[in-house]
């Protein structure tokens, strides 16, 4: 599987029909909310993703520069993000992905972004980049299914989607991870670099003599999303636990996994959004 061929041509990455109709509602308003506006954009990994592209693009003379939704609703103006907006419900929302079961995908993005948040918070990290970067990391999964659906399917018979070694089993098969397919958007979409960096680094935090925070704190918080849902014990746990990376953050498995206790029976249209 090849990254270049992954992203030689658009993919329509789906936006959830509920936070496109919320959008738009808000949007329609004489005065929108910009807390309102983060509070929506926060909950779907799609349309925020658009959002910060649409942010860094040239028009605006920031390219690499606006890491957090906040900080890219000031800069678009409303037309602009009526215009996101409506391509994604032209788009006609969210139908399916092949192998993906969205609202499950979206809960485990939202989880793993208040994750990151906090963590970052905790290492002086800026949190409002975490949050934005854990929410999108997952969409390589998306394109990897819409172009490569076979080689996907081939692979969810040996790794569920959320499955804590996902991200390993898609380098032995193909030498390429979803996050790494992310970074390849956002390289495109030109984010800034640190959010490039971490996406890609995100299975292997420490490479380099150069490595990344942020990298680690997705890392970190992905590790800790998965195997909650994967329901493993206490052993399983501390055998798991990424502890050269928690390390170099300064953070051990009990930090990780007190932070912002996350209530698995809570669907995720009824999670808090940022």
């Known amino acids: 599987m090849d990254l270049s061929d992954l992203l030689a041509t658009p993919v329509f990455l789906p936006g959830s029909p509920r936070a496109v109709a919320l959008l738009s509602a808000e949007l329609a308003a004489p005065a929108p909310g910009l807390r309102r506006l983060a509070q929506l954009f926060a909950a779907d990994p799609a349309l925020t993703a658009q959002l910060l592209r649409e942010a860094n693009a040239p028009l605006y003379q920031l390219s690499g520069r606006i890491g957090g939704i906040a900080e890219a609703l000031v800069v678009i103006a409303p037309q602009r993000l009526q215009a996101l907006v409506a391509a994604a419900r032209s788009g006609g929302g969210a139908r399916a992905v092949p192998g993906i079961e969205l609202a499950q995908f979206w809960s485990y993005s939202q989880q793993t972004a208040r994750l990151a948040r906090a963590l970052a918070a905790m290492v002086r990290y800026n949190p409002a980049h975490a949050y934005a970067a854990a929410l999108v990391h997952g969409l390589g999964e998306w394109v990897i299914h819409l172009r490569a659906p076979l080689s996907a399917a081939a692979l969810n018979q040996r790794s569920a989607l959320l499955d804590p070694d996902r991200a390993f089993e898609q380098l032995a098969a193909w030498h390429l991870t979803y996050a790494q397919v992310t970074a390849g958007l956002a390289r495109d979409w030109q984010y800034p670099q640190a959010l490039v960096d971490g996406l890609r680094q995100m299975h292997n935090p ?41 390390l170099a953050l300064g953070l051990d498995m009990d930090m990780v996994l007190q932070q912002q206790p996350i209530d698995w029976s809570r669907p995720a249209s009824q999670a808090d959004d940022d």
Do not use: I
């Open 206 to 246: 420490l490479q380099g003599e150069a490595s990344e925070p942020l990298a680690g704190l997705l890392h970190l918080a992905a590790w800790c999303v998965r195997a909650r849902r994967a329901e493993l014990g206490e052993r399983e746990l501390a055998v798991s636990f990424p502890a050269q990376v928690g």
